[in-house]
């Protein structure tokens, strides 16, 4: 094949995938949106697939604070409804609708699991609230890997999940 239809079949996707994608924004005046045709047509020349990327936050459980385990904050598992679950037809959505047009899509969720160790605790330790480091974060790892696999089954086993605390804090 050469250059130039190459090039023009990546324009065709890349505006078909836009088109879609603006469906699915819900923020008004996005400030991605100037950027997103370059990210888009690049990520589509390089990998011949988009990255779509989520950030998910965890639940937590603030009945702990106040008990002599403090590391019970953070749960081990997913359970019952969360701030993702309600999300995962319309990302499947997302997906389906894309892959309608031929573009194939991998997901990449950013667990935002960093922020007992960030702010939570250290505020609270100043009112003794102490947790037990080793215990927060071997529930943390916990936690992460029920959410993957939670995020895995509903989906799809190319998903891959970051654990902010893990990456970002061990």
Known sequence: MDNNYLN???????????SVLEN??????????DILPSIVSQ???T????????????????SALTSKTQENYIRTEVKGTDLF??????INKLRDDLRKLGIQTDIVIFLGDSDPNTYVLPILSKYGVVADQAKLNERQAQYAQ???????????????VFSLAKECLH
């Not at 699915?24 to 949106?33: L, W």
């Not at 988009?50 to 603030?62: E, K, N, R, V």
């Open 85 to 90: 679950t309600p999300r995962v037809p319309r």
């Open 47 to 62: 990998e011949g697939k988009i990255t779509l990327s989520l950030f998910a936050c965890p639940s937590y459980d603030p």
């Open 146 to 160: 029920s959410f993957e696999s939670r995020a895995k089954s509903l989906l799809g086993e190319d998903v891959v």
């Open 8 to 18: 023009q079949e990546i324009e065709r996707l890349t505006n078909c995938a836009l």
């Open 43 to 45: 990520q589509l020349s």
């Open 24 to 33: 699915y924004d819900r923020v008004q005046d996005n400030p991605d949106r």
